[in-house]
């Protein structure tokens, strides 16, 4: 009865390769995130999308493109992947964006991308 | 955007002790101010949280108190024990969140 869940738990690969994580939520949130934490444990949000829209784009080569298919789903693909890419993905979800009454963001297992 | 100041970024204390920990924030709108816990590996999780229109928040050991005026908010813990020990987080906002630093806490039996 996992609530949020990624895959794959870890991925390595080339640089210039391209990759994806998926991630999954089955608490029937309407918001999910995206965030990166880098080697120095510092946990940045990258995206959101509240039910299969973008809402929060932070400054992110656009080699990162989110995708929704449904509000229970946001998958990250990453295009030509570089060295400075290497960290934990996170992905999150909430019941609603943060204004209103039920902020809590849940985490996922977090995926850890080593590029060579 | 908001920017979130979290100290210190390591914590070192005996167990039984008491912790602090303490963040500032920039930006007046933020209105909700979540605490999260991450142990080595895993993922982090929620452990107290406290919204502007309350000023303090407690939760058996630990505590969280805030201060609008001056745009800070502190996390406190009593009675530390070996498995307190982790990484901590702040965090500020009001329709998304910002996340300080972290603060790697380390509680020594």
């Known amino acids: 009865d996992t609530a949020v869940s990624q895959t794959p738990k870890y991925l390595v690969t080339q640089m210039g390769n391209d990759k994806s994580i998926k991630c999954e939520q089955n608490?029937?949130?309407?918001?999910m995130y995206w965030y990166k934490q880098d080697s120095k444990k510092f946990l940045k949000i990258m995206f959101s999308y509240n039910n299969k829209e973008l809402i929060i784009n932070e400054t992110v080569p656009n080699r990162f493109s989110p995708k929704s298919p449904d509000k229970a789903h946001l998958n990250l693909h990453i295009n030509s992947l570089e060295l400075g890419d290497s960290a934990v993905y996170f992905c999150?979800?909430?019941?609603?964006?943060?204004?209103?009454?039920?902020?809590?963001?849940?985490f996922g297992p977090g995926t850890r991308l080593t590029v060579l | 955007g908001e920017n979130v100041e979290q100290h210190p970024s390591t914590l070192s204390v005996q167990e039984g002790d008491s912790a602090v920990i303490k963040c500032t924030y920039s930006d007046s709108a933020s209105n909700y101010f979540p605490w999260y816990k991450q142990e080595l590996g895993k993922r982090p999780q929620l452990i107290i949280d406290i919204r502007s229109n309350v000023g303090e928040k407690k939760d058996q050991r630990i505590a969280v108190t805030l201060n609008k005026t001056a745009k800070h908010f502190s996390l406190h813990i009593t009675e530390t024990q070996p498995e307190d020990s982790a990484v901590y987080f702040c965090?500020?906002?009001?329709?998304?969140?910002?996340f300080g630093k972290g603060t790697m806490l380390l509680v020594s039996p």
């Open positions: 965090a500020a906002g009001y329709s998304t969140l910002t």
């Open positions: 608490l029937g949130h309407d918001t």
């Open positions: 999150a979800s909430s019941q609603a964006q943060l204004a209103g009454p039920y902020n809590e963001q849940f």
